[in-house]
């Protein structure tokens, strides 16, 4: 089992900003990218149309009509999907209503949402993903709310039908669907072509309209400037204009009966400005004409889930003292405790690397198997990927990191160039050969880490890593190859002492995953003159003062925190990683995260990386594990 570690990166933020703004625009239509709405929904969003969204009064307005609207016990299973910030779904949770599941696919909105929730604690779920895919079983709730005009985003109507066939599967029989959208119909004639607003006394948004080619679609640009900064956004986006009719027309293809358009809804801002979409709307109410799933999901049928972990019988190098002690037992009695606790899955445990390749055949091809075996086949660190290996030629399922991954992510060097291909920006570094002997002429600047090229869970890396002069340098290098060979290579990379970040990742994006919330290493109990880094000592030495290392919520500027988890999603996917990831960065001196590693198959443990991670956003060590598991059998049996 891995110790898990955290830490580090971002991009220059005393870099101004350089926005490339657009001039007359003759044919607006020509500039709207198909995936607008994965980019647009962040802090200008909430700027621009917060005389709406934002504003309490309407939000409470709005939940009384719907709920007048409903009538839902206090005890309905209630989506608000396309939840944004969150604003309904809180608003629901103040009125009493406990089984509230909010979801959307902005990232940066739904961190808002979590955090008000947490605060409050309201005790609602909130999502982050695509509303095509949900991640729910079917017949789980008995409402699902699409609000504040949150339809019709996407380039083609087929998407707009896959959201409402997802939201029909999701929906118990005879539940309902209640859309909030805008007048179509109203809109095509009455909408700005142009108009601008002051948002405060810094921002001001200049708009332009037009109707697509086809008039489905209503075309929109936004100039957004800062008095001092100048233009910080020229965005376009469109949006799908349904009338009363088409909006009816689609519910019934969608399988929903007895659709009623309930009533209009105006708006008004308190800044008596352009209100665009949602100043007229259309409240609709459709019913799910649907019998009761017959065919049980996986998730509600019994499963068998065989367990892979590494073999307590073996020496394992990594360990301190190259076997399994009390604490590595604890932490097998805890994982298996936690996962007595999850429904519906039956577990068995293999272990025994002796008849790990007959025990095998006894799993069956429709089971999966939960791969925690991040030792190595026979405990050996460098044969981690041979475990996936082995049950994909069985042609068996499993969780986490195919073999190519694995042998990716083990490789340091590879992994900084792989990101430095996609503009990540990562450490310097100097790759050490085997043959290499001068050091003097050494390209990076002092403070400097040394680090295994190969490996994980820190080995090799400890206070002695980071070196100041080239003495301290060579004796370091001396220190790995003695204890790793002559012929492994080695990394050094100049020692970051900004935050230690780690970024958690479950699921399988772009569809459907959650990004945990993000941890930053607390080294404030950590003696003076030590080094700040995580390390072996940190994971695996209680007598050691960098056993005192808390994680704790990290405290990022939000641009920041978006720039991480852009990275980490495009990194998940380039490198392959499946169902869940830790990408671990550290801030340079002009605070730019900078990519550390990447983890497919992280540290699962009780008291790991992402199981703080998981504890922050309120999800317990049995709930983690089972969000890994189901992330997997979507990935393997998608629902739908």
């Known amino acids: 089992m891995k110790k898990s570690n955290g830490k580090h990166s971002n991009h220059n933020p005393k870099k101004k900003n350089l926005i490339e703004v657009l001039g007359p625009v003759e044919d607006l239509e020509s500039y709207v990218k198909a995936d607008w709405w994965k980019h647009l929904f962040n802090a200008n969003y909430l700027r621009t149309d917060g005389d709406v969204v934002s504003d309490e009064t309407i939000t409470i307005n709005e939940i009384d009509l719907f709920l007048k609207i409903l009538s839902p016990e206090k005890n309905s299973f209630i989506l608000d999907l396309c939840c944004g910030q969150g604003r309904h779904s809180i608003e629901l949770a103040k009125r009493g209503y406990k089984n509230i599941v909010g979801m959307?696919?902005?990232?940066?909105?739904?961190?808002?949402?979590?955090?008000?929730?947490?605060?409050?604690?309201f005790g609602i779920t909130f999502k982050e993903g695509d509303a095509r895919k949900l991640p729910f079983t079917n017949d789980k709730f008995d409402f699902v709310l699409i609000l504040g005009n949150s339809f019709g985003y996407f380039e083609t109507m087929?998407?707009?039908?896959?959201?409402?066939?997802?939201?029909?599967?999701?929906?118990?029989?005879?539940?309902?669907?209640?859309?909030?959208?805008?007048?179509?119909?109203?809109?095509?004639?009455?909408?700005?072509?142009?108009?601008?607003?002051?948002?405060?006394?810094?921002?001001?948004?200049?708009?332009?309209?037009s109707l697509s080619k086809d008039s489905q679609r209503l075309i929109s640009r936004e100039v957004i400037t800062h008095v001092k900064k100048g233009v910080i956004a020229d965005q376009f986006y469109a949006e799908r204009l349904y009338t009363d009719e088409k909006i009816k027309k689609l519910l019934?293809?969608?399988?929903?009966?007895?659709?009623?358009?309930?009533?209009?809804?105006?708006t008004s801002s308190q800044r008596n400005q352009d209100l665009g979409m949602m100043g007229r709307r259309l409240i609709l109410v459709g019913t799910a004409n649907k019998e009761w799933s017959m065919?049980?999901?996986?998730?509600?049928?019994?499963?068998?889930?065989?367990?892979?972990?590494?073999?307590?019988?073996?020496?394992?190098?990594?360990?301190?003292?190259?076997?399994?002690?009390?604490?590595?037992?604890?932490?097998?009695?805890?994982?298996?405790?936690?996962?007595?606790?999850?429904?519906?899955?039956?577990?068995?445990?293999f272990d025994n690397h002796n008849t790990m390749i007959n025990d095998l055949s006894k799993i069956k091809k429709n089971d999966l198997v939960f791969n925690l075996c991040d030792e190595g086949f026979n405990n050996e660190p460098t044969k981690e990927l041979h475990v996936p290996a082995l049950l994909e030629v069985a042609q068996i399922p499993f969780t986490g990191?195919?073999?190519?991954?694995?042998?990716?992510?083990?490789?340091?060097?590879?992994?900084?160039?792989?990101?430095?291909?996609?503009?990540?920006?990562?450490?310097?570094?100097?790759?050490?050969?085997?043959?290499?002997?001068?050091?003097?002429?050494?390209?990076?600047?002092?403070?400097v880490i040394v680090k295994p090229n190969f490996g994980d869970s820190s080995y090799g890396?400890?206070?002695?890593?980071?070196?100041?002069?080239?003495?301290?340098?060579?004796?370091?290098?001396?220190?790995?190859?003695?204890k790793f060979g002559y012929q492994q290579p080695i990394l050094v990379e100049e020692f970051l002492t900004g935050k230690d970040i780690s970024v958690g990742i479950i699921g399988n994006p772009p569809n459907s995953y959650l990004t945990l919330p993000i941890i930053e290493e607390d080294y404030s109990?950590?003696?003076?003159?030590?080094?700040?880094?995580?390390?072996y000592?940190?994971?695996?030495?209680?007598?050691?003062?960098?056993?005192?290392?808390?994680?704790?919520?990290a405290k990022l500027a939000p641009d920041r925190e978006r720039f991480l988890i852009a990275s980490c999603i495009k990194l998940f996917e380039r490198l392959g990683c499946r169902d869940y990831a830790r990408f671990d960065w550290r801030l340079d001196n002009n605070r730019t995260p900078r990519l550390l590693e990447a983890n497919p198959n992280p540290g699962w443990c009780w008291d790991g990386h992402l199981a703080k991670m998981a504890k922050i956003a309120g999800i317990s060590y049995s709930g983690m594990l089972q969000k890994i598991i189901e992330a997997a059998m979507d990935r393997v049996t998608p629902v739908g």
């Open 104 to 121: 959307d696919r902005s990232h940066y909105l739904i961190n808002k949402a979590r955090s008000i929730n947490l605060t409050e604690g």
């Open 158 to 209: 087929n998407d707009d039908v896959r959201v409402l066939n997802e939201v029909l599967r999701v929906l118990k029989p005879s539940g309902k669907v209640l859309i909030d959208i805008t007048d179509g119909n109203y809109m095509m004639t009455n909408y700005e072509p142009r108009s601008w607003e002051w948002i405060d006394k810094s921002y001001f948004v200049c708009r332009e309209r």
């Open 252 to 266: 019934k293809k969608c399988r929903f009966v007895d659709i009623e358009l309930e009533q209009e809804l105006l």
């Open 295 to 349: 065919i049980k999901e996986p998730h509600k049928a019994i499963r068998t889930v065989a367990v892979l972990m590494g073999d307590p019988r073996k020496q394992d190098k990594i360990k301190p003292n190259a076997t399994f002690d009390d604490d590595d037992m604890y932490t097998i009695n805890e994982l298996k405790k936690g996962l007595s606790k999850i429904h519906n899955f039956k577990f068995s445990y």
């Open 401 to 447: 990191g195919t073999p190519q991954c694995l042998a990716y992510c083990y490789d340091k060097s590879l992994v900084r160039g792989i990101a430095e291909e996609m503009d990540i920006p990562v450490p310097q570094a100097l790759f050490i050969k085997p043959e290499d002997t001068n050091f003097i002429e050494l390209t990076i600047s002092f403070p």
């Open 461 to 482: 890396i400890t206070q002695d890593s980071v070196c100041y002069n080239i003495e301290s340098l060579e004796n370091a290098i001396n220190i790995i190859r003695e």
């Open 525 to 535: 109990e950590l003696p003076e003159g030590l080094p700040k880094i995580c390390g």
């Open 537 to 553: 000592e940190a994971k695996w030495d209680p007598a050691s003062p960098y056993w005192k290392i808390k994680s704790i919520p």
